[in-house]
């Protein structure tokens, strides 16, 4: 018995599943006790409201950008909300057991891009899956507790069950993914892109099997909870977060977002000028976009010389991870018109890039994010390794080096991502601390004007938020944290107070990720057009201004 469990273990796929779920704990466990970090405290607030009244969806007399709503209506769908406020029931809210509780999903992602990894690549499915997780957006995010990635977690699994069922012929597997896919739309509300695109699947592949059974489950949710929502709160669930889209900003910013936040870039460079003909069309289409990307930055004064050359590398990968994707689909499409051969793996992989690109991160978001991106890099991933297997076909010890080479590249630069994020996460809890202690017997009202961490840990403190319905008096106190407020909040009027202290927190960790000065707009490009960065610009800029009005 137990040398037939030893034989088993020694199968590469076993064996692989256990090496990438020790990797994916290494780069996770290791951050559990990282302070709620932006959108966080949305979801953990919604999760503590669910705690307490299963049933509400709501809160109340709250206020969200500096406007104050009498009922404010949940803005993402509850499952994780509910998921969480099981672990705030036994612990209440502690940032390492609801990061330990989130541990499952990143390992899930990881299971089931191996499995995706298997379909669409050559002999490397551990070498995708590794690298999906090494990416600085799946393991930055994987330290945060928003809905993304569990939603692109269960996207992944949905994707690979539905695949796998459908190239078996298997109902069980198609019947699960229905169910895997449910539980998707009430994690991330566009997760029903899942069913037309997996409809394309089936039909590229011509399969006979009635696969429309499959989405039975996960619209009839989708249309229970469109129904439930518009009869608790008179309004159906968002989808769309446009408010002002700037479709310039938008397809300026997404190169280079792609470009950063994904593979290392310089390997993208490699995997995608293979072929003649690539190289004949980077020579083309290249200098025009990363002059329309660098200059524009610097001729605005955001960035430096050294930033626009990083602006350009990235905007420069980002359009050859696109140029590859239309270009694998055009070759694929001329193989299905005029040799009548199945070869469907690039119209699918490029369908996928180019629904979730167009239809929801440039049309239905307001700003461009690494989170919003998430549901995109898988296709990335295994463009990549499906290009970079076609390297050298002469050399493969080279063509293995080089793949090897860009997963532990790819793993530093997220590391220290991840890193730059959990010091910056962390001085708002500390801060915040510093706060309560020098601003909490004071004998004038102290505000707070901030969004995200910075308020919940502001609020945690003591301290209440400075909103239109608050009643401040001349002489109160406001404490303002410039990353929290910039392009976010109304700053306080000119000429109506005056600043009676200032800090300028700094950090000798030379990468930034969400850092106006350094050009990081990790988790928004309204403050910077590169995801990460290296600099060892301040962190932020914390006031506190005395009211005079």
């Known amino acids: 018995m137990a040398r037939l469990r030893l034989d088993k273990l020694r199968e590469a796929p076993v064996r692989d599943i256990i090496i990438l779920i020790v990797v994916t704990l290494a780069v996770t466990v290791p951050f559990i006790n990282q302070a709620f970090r932006w959108d966080d405290r949305d979801f953990v607030e919604q999760a503590e409201v669910l705690a307490r009244e299963p049933g509400k969806l709501r809160l109340e007399d709250y206020s969200a950008l500096g406007r104050f709503y009498p009922k404010y209506p949940f803005r993402h769908p509850p499952l994780t909300g509910y998921y969480m406020s099981l672990f705030i029931r036994v612990g209440g809210v502690s940032e390492p057991l609801i990061h330990t509780a989130y541990l499952f999903f990143p390992v899930i992602a990881a299971v089931s891009m191996y499995s995706l990894g298997r379909r669409f690549t050559g002999q490397q499915p551990l070498a ?12 930055v995010m994987s330290h945060t507790v928003m809905g993304n990635l569990p939603g692109v977690s269960l996207w992944l699994a949905a994707t690979a069950l539905f695949i796998r069922g459908v190239d078996r012929y298997s109902w069980k597997l198609l019947l699960l993914s229905g169910f895997v896919m449910a539980a998707d739309i009430l994690t991330f509300a566009q997760a029903i892109a899942l069913v037309p695109l997996l409809v394309l699947y089936a039909l590229l592949y011509r399969r006979r099997l009635p696969v429309f059974l ?22 159906p669930p968002a989808v769309s977060y446009v408010a002002e889209l700037n479709f310039d900003l938008q397809a300026r910013d997404i190169l280079t977002f792609l470009g950063g936040a ?5 390997s993208v460079w490699i995997a995608f000028l293979r072929r003649k003909i690539d190289l004949l069309a980077g020579f083309i289409a290249i200098p025009p976009v990363v002059t329309w990307a660098a200059v524009y930055f610097l001729s605005q004064g955001d960035l430096n010389l050294a930033q626009g050359v990083i602006v350009a590398l990235l905007a420069g990968a980002g359009f050859l991870i696109i140029y590859g994707f239309a270009a694998g689909a055009a070759s694929d499409g001329w193989i299905l018109i005029k040799q009548r051969k199945l070869s469907a793996d690039n119209i699918f992989l490029s369908a996928w890039f180019a629904a979730i690109l167009s239809a929801y991160v440039i049309s ?6 690494v989170r919003h991106l998430l549901p995109l890099f898988a296709p990335v991933v295994l463009l990549f390794i499906r290009e970079a297997e076609k390297l050298w076909p002469r050399l493969p010890r080279v063509r293995t080096g ?21 010091r910056a996460a962390g001085l708002y809890r500390e801060t915040a601390g510093r706060m309560a202690q020098e601003y909490g017997n004071s004998q004038v009202k102290v505000w707070s004007l901030g969004e995200f961490e910075w308020r919940y840990y502001m609020e945690k403190n003591g301290f209440e938020y400075l909103g ?58 309204p403050h910077g057009p590169v995801p990460v960065i290296f600099s060892r610009e301040k962190l932020d800029e914390i006031t506190v201004n005395r009211l005079d009005w």
Request: net charge negative; no cysteine; hydrophobic share 55%.
């Open 468 to 525: 239109v319905n608050s009643e401040a008096r001349p002489g109160d106190l406001v404490i303002v944290s410039e990353v929290h407020t910039q392009g976010l909040v109304a700053p306080l009027p000119e000429g109506f107070f005056t600043v009676e202290s200032r800090i300028e927190p700094a950090d000798r960790f030379p990468v930034r990720i969400m850092n106006p000065w350094a050009g990081a707009g990790f988790y928004g490009n």
């Open 402 to 422: 080089f793949i090897v080479a860009t997963i532990l590249v790819t793993g530093l630069f997220s590391l220290a991502a991840s890193i730059a994020d959990y």
């Open 364 to 369: 239905s978001l307001p700003f461009i994010a």
């Open 214 to 235: 499959t989405f039975l489950l996960p619209l009839a949710v989708y249309a229970f909870w469109r129904y439930y929502v518009q009869l608790r709160l008179g309004h």
């Open 128 to 139: 995708a899956a590794l690298l999906f997780v090494l990416t600085p957006g799946v393991m």
């Open 262 to 266: 994904i593979i290392f870039p310089v």
